[in-house]
């Protein structure tokens, strides 16, 4: 097919997707970026001039660098538990399941992912109101968000576990490993870059979560999220949020720098 | 050792499940305090059935994830298409276009969209929650059917051409066929994204008018009543069921 | 029925040629053989008649009518393709079905077709099942009397049989050459099997980086291979280079090899022409060397000896077995082989 009639198809077949996601979400995020620098937001005859200010604050003010710290404790512990929890999950899966039995138990896990996370974390204020009473503290936040966020960690690690050929594991222990070393030495270092992928699915929205600190943490829900949060709806201050965000951002983004080898090799695969 | 694996599955299983079953069972309990011993009351459901507001958030919720799932499915299946069987300059660049929008919390996009509706003077309400679900929708469904149409080479169209088939005769007798489990699973996760989606309708609505999510969280802060457990018990449901009907049309990386 | 000639055509893909102006015709009725081994062009070939390559320059054209703007749909071609690409959403008859329909034939005509093709392929009886539910010999077939139904004026076949196991393999060539023979359609297939080549083949051609480096019949090709790259592709072959001298030429010790044909310096003979014994008879050509291995196959040996003048490479002598007795390795051994069995090639 001539060059420029191709051209013209594949124009003609992505551009309306990607206009779209132009529209609403490229173009939105470099408005943002534009509004973090203003003083004020520019409406009607408001003067709004270019600063660095919301910026500067995000590290000279505690309430800003301390709680984004807060966030990425809060992330570190889930993914963490996450990753624990759901690796022997995974394991259990691909090794001691098969058949049917497996592709329902699988469904079973993946399936609270696909139904609402608001609805899942206020299932979540009856259980700890109750017989334990932990609400609105700082553990009832984690157990809301490892609820949320397991299945990722399941998912990912199930996927790399079940490309492990099943006699890479004979052939190691053909070579007279025990079972443990077949598992240290072998299993473990080939599922890493899926569990690396759940890291990064569950790490990078923990950090920006607001609603399930909102709904589980009371008091103890002071973080990056929910400030952002309220500086859109309860003080409009929305170039200081503009500017937290995208300093969210980019923490997120030198944590995605500095695992970004490793999940490339993984996707290369 | 199997033993002690299967327990532990039960457990996380249990862990998953138990706060949702218990939430169900309270919508049906009489007591508003969720106090015991449990008494079946259908009374919460009667009270949703008046509760105009709920209703209404509800019923936006459906058509907006309907017609979102439908804009998002269509232009995003042309758009899986034209990446899968042309190469060309700027490809990759296209395909790595796709991870912002699901990797980037919804927090900063969903404010990243409120500024700019605001300053374009889109303005909120939902119309924006509805331009805003699309954009969502769409990596999902183009990687959804972009796997799909990896699933089998070129040379099936090429088959047909080599049988006599026109470009289009081959794409509608064999490409749409093939792909058609794809198109509807990509459908269908197009709905759960829109139908469950909290954070960016948050946003995005306009004071007064707003979907489901966003009407129960606003309920939530004000001091709940077991009525949201019921619509909750009834979203969750609704959204299960979806998962279970896709599951059937897309295997979810599991094997046989 | 259809002849078809290429003429001049390249094809690059970057900096790589995939197909440098190759010239070649098929005759009308021949079953011919592209052979070469992977990245070698022959497939980039088979895809240009079919029209799913474009070359750069040069033409191709079936009965002297240049299709270089037909698209493939308009070509009236069949193919059958490395993987069968049979369609997995219709049943066998509807594969069959596929390219009637598209053209729009009647159904009744149609319907009668699809059971005269599968008997063709031996699979009357099976209209109903699906792709998945057959054997790979059986869907090897229904992928044959797919390409075949429409009448196209070309068969093309890009490595049919590489998918099945050896035995199958046989038993599809014999059927894949009856079948040719008796629709007596123009067939071109790719293969880098060279036995493959040879068995099924009227003519074949050896390609080796986008360029034809022979042509001929399997028993051309085999015994007068006109460049080193032919003569150790298809088969083995014991090589010499030296000084050339007329009627042959001289090792760099001074022993002289006669060889058929004019010598620019370089001569193989295949190994099963080499005669071995512990003295020289009356041959023409003759070499001292030591056993250094015996591979011993029953009905057959072959000996890899090693001869001082021709360096590191053993040469190879494949003898029948019609003594019983082998040549221990450390024995030395003279090879024997005719002049006329020594064949001049081209670097």
Not at chain 1, 100 to 128: D, G, K, Q, Y
Not at chain 3, 14 to 20: I, K, P, V
Not at chain 3, 139 to 166: F, H, K, N, S, Y
């Amino acid at each position: 097919m001539p060059g420029a009639e191709k051209h013209l198809r594949v124009t003609f077949l992505v551009a309306p997707a990607y206009l779209w996601l132009a529209l609403t979400v490229f173009l939105p995020l470099a408005v943002m970026l534009f509004f973090s620098f203003l003083t004020a937001v520019p409406v009607g005859a408001r003067e709004a001039t270019l600063t660095l200010q919301h910026y500067v604050s995000f590290f000279t003010k505690k309430i800003y660098w301390y709680n984004a710290l807060r966030s990425l404790e809060l992330a570190t512990y889930v993914t963490l538990a996450c990753v624990v929890l759901g690796y022997p999950v995974a394991v259990i899966l691909t090794r001691m399941i098969t058949g049917r039995a497996r592709e329902a138990i699988f469904l079973m896990i993946i399936l609270p992912f696909w139904t609402n996370a608001l609805v899942r974390t206020f299932s979540w204020t009856m259980v700890l109101r109750g017989p334990f009473d932990i609400i609105f503290t700082y553990p009832a936040i984690v157990i809301g968000l490892v609820h949320a966020y397991l299945p990722y960690a399941v998912l990912t690690i199930y996927v790399s576990l079940q490309a492990i050929d099943e006699r890479l594991i004979e052939a190691a222990r053909a070579l007279g490993a025990s079972k443990r070393q077949a598992f240290m030495r072998v299993m473990l270092p080939l599922s890493l870059p899926g569990v690396l992928a759940g890291v990064f699915l569950i790490f990078i929205p923990v950090t920006g979560s607001f609603m399930e600190p909102r709904i589980l943490g009371g008091k103890d829900a002071i973080m990056l999220g929910p400030i952002i949060e309220s500086q859109f709806t309860a003080t409009f201050n929305w170039p200081l949020g503009a500017a937290l965000s995208f300093m969210m951002l980019a923490i997120i983004l030198l944590m995605l720098a500095l695992g970004y080898p490793l999940l490339q090799r993984h996707m290369e695969r | 050792m199997r033993f002690l694996g299967l327990t532990y599955l039960g457990a996380i299983l249990a862990f998953l499940y138990l706060p949702i079953a218990i939430m169900m069972l309270m919508a049906f309990n009489q007591s508003p305090l969720y106090e015991l011993p449990f008494t079946f009351d259908l009374v919460w459901f009667k009270a949703l059935a008046g509760n105009e507001r709920l209703l209404t958030a509800g019923w936006n919720s459906v058509w907006i994830a309907l017609v979102s799932s439908a804009i998002a499915t269509s232009i995003g299946t042309l758009a899986a298409l034209g990446l899968a069987r042309n190469e060309f300059t700027g490809k990759r660049f296209l395909q790595l276009m796709l991870f912002p929008p699901i990797t980037i919390p919804w927090l900063i996009i969903g404010t990243a969209m409120l500024i700019f509706f605001f300053w374009t003077g889109v303005g909120r309400g939902l119309h924006a929650i509805l331009l805003g679900h699309v954009a969502l929708s769409l990596p999902y469904v183009i990687v959804v059917v972009g796997a799909r149409l990896a699933t089998h080479g070129p040379e099936l169209e090429e088959a047909a051409t080599s049988l006599g088939a026109r470009p289009a005769q081959a794409f509608f007798r064999v490409t749409v066929p093939l792909l058609a489990p794809g198109i509807v699973a990509a459908g269908m996760f197009a709905f759960a994204v829109s139908f469950d989606q909290f954070i960016i309708s948050y946003f995005l609505a306009a004071p007064g008018t707003s979907t489901l999510p966003v009407e129960i969280f606003t309920a939530i802060r004000k001091g709940f009543t077991p009525e949201i457990n019921a619509i909750s018990s009834i979203v969750i449901i609704i959204s299960m069921s979806l998962v279970l009907v896709v599951s059937r049309f897309y295997r979810f990386g599991g094997e046989r | 029925m259809t002849t078809i000639s290429v003429t001049s055509v390249s094809k690059s893909y970057g900096a790589f040629r995939a197909l440098d102006d190759v010239s070649i015709e098929f005759r009308d009725g021949e079953f011919f053989g592209l052979l070469g081994p992977s990245g070698s062009g022959k497939t980039t070939l088979l895809r240009a008649i079919a029209g799913f390559v474009t070359p750069d320059r040069g033409r191709i054209a079936f009965d002297g009518e240049e299709v270089d703007r037909t698209p493939v749909h308009k070509r009236r071609i069949g193919m059958v393709f490395q993987s069968y690409a049979l369609f997995p959403h219709l049943s066998v008859a509807r594969n069959l079905a596929f390219g009637l329909e598209v053209r729009g034939d009647p159904k009744v005509e149609t319907g009668r077709r699809i059971e005269e093709y599968l008997a063709l392929v031996r699979l009357s009886g099976l209209g109903g099942r699906k792709p998945r539910e057959l054997s790979g010999g059986q869907q090897q077939r229904v992928a044959l009397a797919r390409a075949l139904i429409t009448g196209p004026r070309v068969l093309l076949l890009d490595e049919p049989l590489g998918a099945l196991d050896r035995k199958l393999r046989q038993e599809m060539q014999v059927e894949l050459r009856d079948i040719q023979r008796r629709t007596g359609i123009t067939t071109i297939f790719v293969t880098h099997d060279q036995e493959e080549a040879l068995t099924l083949s009227d003519r074949i051609a050896i390609i080796n980086e986008g360029r034809i480096v022979q042509v001929g019949s399997p028993q051309e090709v085999y015994e007068r291979p006109v460049s080193v790259f032919a003569a150790q592709f298809l088969g083995d072959a014991n090589l010499f280079s030296g000084k050339a001298i007329t009627g042959g030429l001289v090792l760099a010790d001074g022993t002289m090899i006669r060889v058929s044909g004019q010598c620019a310096g370089l001569a193989v003979v295949r190994p099963e022409k080499v005669r071995i014994g512990r003295s020289a008879g009356a041959e023409l050509n003759t070499l001292k060397g030591v056993v250094m291995q015996s591979v011993y196959s029953g009905a057959s040996v072959v000996y890899r000896v090693a001869v001082p003048v021709l360096g590191e490479t053993p040469s190879l002598a494949f003898v029948q077995n019609s003594s019983g007795e082998l040549h221990a390795p450390g024995s030395e051994v003279t090879l024997a082989w005719d002049a006329a069995h020594t064949m001049a090639v081209a670097p």
